[in-house]
């Protein structure tokens, strides 16, 4: 019965995700849509697999106990980003945490336009987007959690920034010992300068197939930019290393185009060592031509 109602909860965010996805567009801080961690990053950027996703997830924020983390990103054309995220347990039942992102897009020429027509240096100049999350995660039953996280976001491009807000909710569902599901929206919020944010709905699965091996999937609608996706993933484990792979499978025709040009910048590829308070992972998110993204994770639990 409860894998009839799985089944059915899939099929019913199916149709919402197409019926709410507009046309392609461009968004505000893509920062967003980036992984918070090594671990949700191997596994296609799915956030309900395990506590090193409450970063990501509030609703996983309850399961977890005292726990620190932190992540460095090698990002594309010489750009990096930092995140350190907190959990602490409020009552047996609810969770806060924080989280700090900073992405440092670089530093670029300044040019400007001579009466010739030409153009001239004149010096250079930085940029860079921060984000401040506080979330709250409560545990309704025994086998159902929610949460909410509230961010401020910051950009700032030389001397202009913009700044605004985003909301995510989202909740979870133990379906059994070896099924749970999940479903949210990601960073709802007004327009800046212009640019909607990249918001995303959201249904995810995860399955313990054997001891060792987990299988996740998720499907994605970024009805802002009119992109849907199904991301399909999998861990496996031998004692204290985890070895994870994801790949995601466009829905939309300008990304199908992509997919059969670039058939490798849909995968991901990680692995990890988990000890009982500490875990230390790493990702690989091969990006065609654009290069590769390296991300690594420490946590620690208190």
Known sequence: MKLKVLLSLFVLVCLVCFSYAGEVGTTAFQVLSLPMSAYDASLSNITIADTASSASNPAIIPYTSYCLLFSHA????????NVLAFNLPVTKKSSI???????DLGSMQKTAETPSGGYIVQGDFSA?????????GLKVKDDVTIGASLKYLKQEIDDVS???TALTVSGLYLIDDAMYCGAGIN?????????????????SFLYYILDYLTGIGELNA??????????????????KLKFRAG???????????????ELLSNFSLGFGIDFSF????????PKGDLGNVHIFSIGVEF
């Open 74 to 81: 090698v990002y594309l054309a010489d750009t990096n980003y």
């Open 97 to 103: 945490g924080v989280a700090i992102t900073y992405f």
């Open 128 to 136: 860079n987007d921060k984000i401040f999350t506080v979330s709250y």
């Open 162 to 164: 913009y700044s605004a």
């Open 187 to 203: 960073n709802i919020g007004n327009a800046v300068n212009g640019y909607n944010l990249p918001t995303n709905l959201y249904f």
């Open 222 to 239: 970024y009805y802002n930019d009119g992109i849907y996706d199904l991301k399909l993933a999998a861990e496996a484990s031998y004692e």
């Open 247 to 261: 790949y995601k499978i466009p829905l939309s025709h300008q990304q199908r185009i992509d997919l059969t040009n």
């Open 278 to 285: 500490l875990s230390i992972d790493y990702a690989w998110l």
